[in-house]
Each structure stands twice: as structure tokens, then as C-alpha cells.
């Protein structure tokens, strides 16, 4: 076995490698969790062994040194790092270690501010003026990146009524979701390599040495403190004041007493963390009172004052065992990864996406490769491309299949949308995507059908197509006593059915499972249409009528009503019993020149319902609080939105006075 001084030894080897190839070279081989365990390993290995520890530890210092590129310049005030929490128990030791050294009994004032996921700078002003801009580097010196930092049009160059002398102030360079988008997709336009990640973007971007390509890279900053300067007694006080010096602050931060109120705080972020438009990996804690600050001080690594509550990664890196080909239900011919199962995003992962044919690639993508993949809130984990430096020799790549993976049926390779098909509309894997489809939860809705009983009705053959579903009576005995079925779960399905019958029209469209018809299409269609005898003779020219359709889905909906089989699907569900009420109608003006935000859970009504009853009475819904906003309805759980409404002073309302308004727009009140 090794010594611990050989363990010691190589760990800060392998740490310090990986800082280089991290910070220098924006291209780590290790995902941030790997590099996490690491480090905590050889924190904890010093600890046990002092007599081990020196002071050019990995872990006595921060990140890695500039590079010869920029000049370089030393912090007026060395920029730490944080202490991390991984979960409540060591959110709790961090505030019981803040209220041994403060001697409270009482429960501390924190403020609780998003962990913007990006690369942290100092900015100097001086009377008010940037002067100068440096990266982190080691903590105590960075790179001058004042040009570059200069692109970025949310640092103001002069602030309103700033104090006398120097100020530094800190924060995080990111960017924005949208922005990496845009950006890749000129990059992969132009036959570069993408990002995988907008971290890595940001802090790249930060480090060119032609400010005109980080300008390309459309970058933000967020302040979130101070390095030298007074501004205010408080953190609250001092992001106040920076917004009202001209900073584009956020207003996510929360003022929490004690560890219950940050722990609510944190489920409130984490659950908004995939809709925000920008990349967070925790929040960060900070006790308030900044002469409380002072009195708990720091050790060489960070503040005592302070802890970083880290969510799990959305990447991880792993392991492609193999490709395998699935059929959708329109038939288009999908790469699926096979993973070493991984823990990414909070659950563990062996299967993701690799979208479609030529994705794969552009990313060139092979067996055996070590690939980064990505899971962010509800979206499908999906594979970001390979990590060429760990690729194995004789690595092979990915043949497309000519054949449909189930029925055999030569495939038809549409050029124009980059996608393989099988063109038989029989195929068993078509017909089962379809139904699981039609029966999931945003289209029909009908619970007890998921992907497992639908695979099995299917090859009972109790489920040929969509309309056999409402056919499942007939099979109610042979239901009843399959394995893991009874009298009563059988009752159950068939009253789902029966009630799924009875669904408005924008989800029976979508149901249908046209291509390019998602939710959002369908509730136009619905609106526009009416009717299902209405939307079955639509022609193209009707359809480029209906505002948000274009001209590729409109010719595919007509394609699609045109097939003699899609008339006769609608006749068979109408046969079947499914009167599509018509949806939510432009019915009025109620709510005309209103914009009102749900929060919390309700419980009449699915979020889309009451959202969709607000347009159909000539409101908007929105999804966050903002001036703009005029009216919250808040359920039970309600987290910041409300906080924010109540602060803002917009009206609020419950779910019950929702309802009372619904009936005076109907005019029923
Ligand atoms: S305060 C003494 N607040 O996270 C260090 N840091 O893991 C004080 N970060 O180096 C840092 N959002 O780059 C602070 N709201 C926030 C932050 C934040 C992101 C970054 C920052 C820091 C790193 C520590």
C-alpha cells in the first residue's frame, strides 16, 4: 500500500496537473466532482498528518498561476476561495462552527445569493473609474484583462456616486444560456469545435488576448462583493448599493434567519435552477452583518464567514459503451448512447441522447470514447461530444444503420432534415413511441398507460394503433388478471380512458404526435381551428395563416392530413368516443393589459390551465415577478416570487380567488 506521503505526493501532482489543464489550457480531462473528491482527499489526508502539510499545497492556494500571455498584477486584497457543503448536515456544522466562534444563541442572519457558475475578477475603480480589471490567478495575482473585460456592456466604466479613492469589486464574468447557443451555433456554422459548457466559454473568453473575440462570446457580469472599500454595513446593503452604482445586479438574493429558512431557500433555487438564464452550481451563504464578518475572519484557504452550498454537476464525464439506434413515433431513427452509468444532474444515467445523425458527426463521437454528458433539470441527458485528448487508439466510429433497427424496413435519409426514417408505418417501435405518446401526461393524460403496460397490450396484441386504446374494454377480464393487474387497478385504467375521451382539442393535436406539432403548435391550432373537423380539412394556406407556424410545419401538417391513414386514425378516435372540447377560446378581455405570475403549487388548476385561461381572457402569463407583473396568484410552498411580489407591492391573491375572477370573466359572478 502507499504511504500517506506517496498518497500526499501524488495527489497534489495530479491536482496541480489538473489546475494547469483546467485553468490554462480550458480543457480538463476530470469532471469538477472527480477533481472535488480528489481534493477533499488530500485536505483530509493533511489533516490527519500536519507533519505532511506544506505551503505550496494545491490546497494552501487557489486555482493556477497567469499565463505569460498578460501582464499580470497582484490583488489589493487576495481573492479566496470558498469551503464547500454538500447537504443540509454540513450547511448545519458550518453554522454551528459561525455561531461557537460569535458566541450566539441566537439564529444568524445570512444572505443567501445564487453561486453564479462563470470566472471570478476583481475590478478596480478609482474616484469611480475602472482602472483595471484582473482575473483571479492563484488568489493573490491575476492576469489584466481590462480590455476584455471592457466588451462586456454591464460593467459600467464609471459608477454613480462612488466613494472618494479605490474600490475593488468582485464578481462573476458568465455566460448566458441563450448566449451559448447563439454562440455555438456560429462556431459549428463555421466548423469549430462547440463549447460543452458555457463555464468554460465564459472563462476562455475572459482570457483572449484580442478583445474582439471575447466581445463574439457575448458576456455578462454579476457583482457579488467587494474586495477593498466601504459601501455599506451589511452584504444586503453593499449589493444594493452596487446595483444603484450601475451594476446589472440580480435580485435572487434572500436575507435567511438560520439554517431551516436556507435549506427552503435552496429546494426554491434548485427546483428554478434549470429555467434561469444562467448556469448556477449552488448558492453561495453569507452571514449579513459585515462587522460580524470581521469578527470570524479567515483561514488560508477562505472566509469563516461564508460557505458554498454546491448542487450536483449537470456534466459528468464517462464511458460510451455503445451506440443503439430508436425508433420515434414518427418514424424518425434516433443514436442513443449506452453508458457506464454515471451520476450527473442528481440521478444516475446510462442512457442519453446523441439527437440525430449528423450531430454525431460534427462531434465525432466513438465507441470507447470518454464522453461529457449533460443532464439540466427535466431535459433528456444527451452526450456534448468527446473528450479527443482520452481517446483510445483504433477507436471506432458510428455506422448508420441502413435497415430499421425493428422491422428491417430500408431506411430513407431525409436531406432536409438531417434525419434517418423508417419509412413503415407498421413498424411495432413506431406504433409503441406513438402510444406512449398519445397516453403521457401533457398529451392525453391517461394514467395507469405508461411505456411498460403500453409494451405489454401491444404484444398481446390489446393495442394495434391509437384507437384501439378506447377499444381496452373488451379486453377488461384478460386485463384484470395479468401479472401485477387486478379488478381494481383495471377500473382504474378504464376510467382514465374514459375520462381522457373528454380532453380539449390542443392536447388531442398534440396527441396526435404530428411531427413539428408540440404543445405550444398545438394550442394555436386549437385556437385558430376550433374544431377537429375544422383542423382535419386545414389547407397550407390556412395554416401559414396561423401566427407562430411557418412554412416547414405547415406543409407538414398537410402532408400529414393529406395521408388517407391520419383521416382514418381521426375518424377511429372520434368512433372511439373522444369529443375534444374546444380548448380555453379568446373569450373576452378580462384580464386584457394584465400580467400574472402562478407561483406555488395550485390545486384546480395545472399551471398550464390557469395560464392558458389568463390568454384566453386576454392576459399574459409570465413565469417570474417583475414590475411588469400586476398580478401573483400564489399557492401553498410559495417560494421568492411571492417575496419578491410582496416587496415589489403587486397584488397577490390564492388559488380560490383565482377561481371567484375566472367566474366573472365567464360571467358567472
Ligand atoms: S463570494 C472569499 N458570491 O464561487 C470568496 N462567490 O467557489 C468570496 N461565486 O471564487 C466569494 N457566485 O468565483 C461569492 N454569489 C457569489 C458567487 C461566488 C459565484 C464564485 C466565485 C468564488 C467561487 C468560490
Not at 452550498?309 to 414518427?330: C, D, N
Request: charged share 25%; glycine share 8%.
Amino acid at each position: 500500500m502507499n504511504s500517506p506521503a506517496d498518497r500526499i505526493a501524488f495527489l497534489r501532482d495530479e491536482i496541480n496537473r489538473h489546475n494547469r489543464l483546467y485553468h490554462l489550457l480550458e480543457s480538463p480531462e476530470i469532471s469538477d466532482t472527480e477533481y472535488d473528491h480528489l481534493f477533499q482527499e488530500l485536505v483530509a489526508l493533511e489533516a490527519a498528518h500536519p507533519e505532511l502539510a506544506t505551503s505550496d499545497s494545491p490546497t494552501q492556494r487557489v486555482g493556477f498561476g497567469p499565463s505569460e500571455k498578460f501582464e499580470s498584477a497582484q490583488h489589493l486584497v487576495p481573492m479566496l476561495s470558498l469551503d464547500n457543503a454538500f447537504g443540509e448536515e454540513e450547511l448545519r456544522s458550518f453554522d454551528d462552527r459561525v455561531r461557537r466562534v460569535l458566541e450566539s444563541e441566537n439564529e444568524i442572519e445570512y444572505l443567501a445569493e445564487l453561486k453564479f457558475d462563470g470566472a471570478s475578477v476583481s475590478l478596480v475603480f478609482e474616484n469611480g473609474r475602472l482602472v483595471r480589471a484582473v482575473t483571479r490567478g492563484d488568489g493573490s495575482s491575476g492576469e489584466v484583462v481590462t480590455p476584455n473585460i471592457l466588451t462586456i456592456g454591464s460593467v459600467p466604466t464609471q459608477l454613480n456616486n462612488a466613494p472618494a479613492g479605490l474600490l475593488e469589486i468582485r464578481g462573476e464574468v458568465l455566460m448566458s444560456k441563450a448566449a451559448f447557443e447563439s454562440v455555438n451555433a456560429q462556431r459549428i456554422a463555421a466548423g469549430e469545435q462547440a463549447f460543452v459548457n458555457p463555464r468554460n466559454a465564459a472563462s476562455g473568453g475572459l482570457r483572449q488576448l484580442d478583445a474582439k473575440e471575447t466581445a463574439k462570446r457575448k458576456l455578462s457580469f454579476f457583482p457579488y462583493g467587494l474586495g477593498t472599500g466601504v459601501l455599506a454595513d451589511s452584504q444586503f446593503g453593499v449589493l444594493s448599493a452596487l446595483n444603484r452604482m450601475g451594476f446589472e445586479g440580480r435580485d435572487d438574493a434572500k436575507l435567511c434567519t438560520g439554517v431551516s429558512a436556507l435549506m427552503e431557500f435552496i429546494a426554491d433555487v434548485e427546483a428554478r435552477r434549470a429555467t434561469l438564464p444562467f448556469g448556477i452550481d449552488g448558492v453561495v451563504i453569507k452571514v449579513n452583518d459585515l462587522g460580524l464578518q470581521r469578527q470570524l475572519g479567515f483561514t488560508s484557504r477562505g472566509p469563516r464567514w461564508a460557505i458554498a452550498y454546491k448542487f450536483a454537476a449537470e456534466q459528468a464525464f464517462t464511458t460510451l459503451r455503445e451506440v443503439s439506434w430508436q425508433v420515434g413515433r414518427t418514424g424518425v431513427v434516433t443514436p442513443v448512447a449506452e453508458l457506464e452509468p454515471v451520476f450527473v444532474g442528481g440521478v444516475m444515467v446510462s442512457r442519453a441522447t446523441l439527437h440525430n445523425l449528423e450531430d454525431l458527426r460534427k462531434k465525432d463521437v466513438r465507441v470507447g470514447d470518454t464522453v461529457i454528458v449533460q443532464r439540466a433539470g427535466d431535459v433528456i441527458p444527451e452526450v456534448i461530444g468527446p473528450v479527443l485528448e482520452k481517446r483510445i487508439s483504433g477507436a471506432a466510429e458510428i455506422d448508420a444503420p441502413a435497415h430499421c433497427p425493428d422491422c428491417e424496413t430500408a431506411l430513407v435519409k431525409e436531406e432536409r432534415f438531417v434525419a434517418l426514417r423508417c419509412p413503415n408505418k407498421e413498424c411495432p417501435s413506431q406504433i409503441l413511441a406513438k402510444v406512449i405518446h398519445f397516453a403521457s401526461r401533457k398529451a392525453m393524460d391517461i394514467e395507469g398507460l405508461g411505456e411498460k403496460q403500453v409494451q405489454r397490450f401491444l404484444e398481446l396484441g390489446f393495442i394495434t394503433d391509437l384507437p384501439s386504446v378506447f377499444r381496452l374494454e373488451r379486453h377488461r377480464e384478460q386485463i384484470a388478471s395479468l401479472e401485477g393487474s387486478g379488478e381494481k387497478s383495471t377500473q382504474k385504467l378504464l376510467d382514465a380512458i374514459a375520462e381522457a375521451r373528454l380532453r380539449p382539442l390542443d392536447r388531442v393535436l398534440f396527441a396526435l404526435g404530428i411531427r413539428f406539432v408540440g404543445e405550444r403548435t398545438a394550442k394555436d391550432l386549437a385556437r385558430v381551428f376550433g374544431s377537429i373537423e375544422n383542423f382535419r380539412q386545414a389547407t397550407y394556406a390556412q395554416l401559414i395563416e396561423v401566427p407562430e407556424i411557418g412554412p416547414r410545419t405547415a406543409s407538414e401538417i398537410e402532408s400529414w392530413l393529406e395521408e388517407p391513414v391520419n383521416q382514418e386514425l381521426i375518424d377511429g378516435l372520434l368512433e372511439g368516443g373522444v369529443t375534444p372540447i374546444a380548448s380555453a377560446e379568446p373569450s373576452g378581455d378580462f384580464f386584457a393589459g394584465k400580467t400574472v405570475v402562478f407561483t406555488g403549487k395550485l390545486e384546480v388548476f395545472t399551471r398550464d390551465q390557469a395560464e392558458d385561461w389568463v390568454r384566453a381572457f386576454g392576459g399574459k402569463a409570465a413565469s417570474s415577478v417583475s414590475k411588469a407583473t400586476t398580478l401573483v396568484v400564489a399557492g401553498p410552498n410559495a417560494g421568492s416570487k411571492l417575496d419578491k411580489a410582496t416587496q415589489l407591492g403587486i397584488e397577490v391573491i390564492d388559488e380560490a380567488a383565482f377561481e371567484e375572477l375566472l367566474k366573472q370573466a365567464r360571467g358567472e359572478a
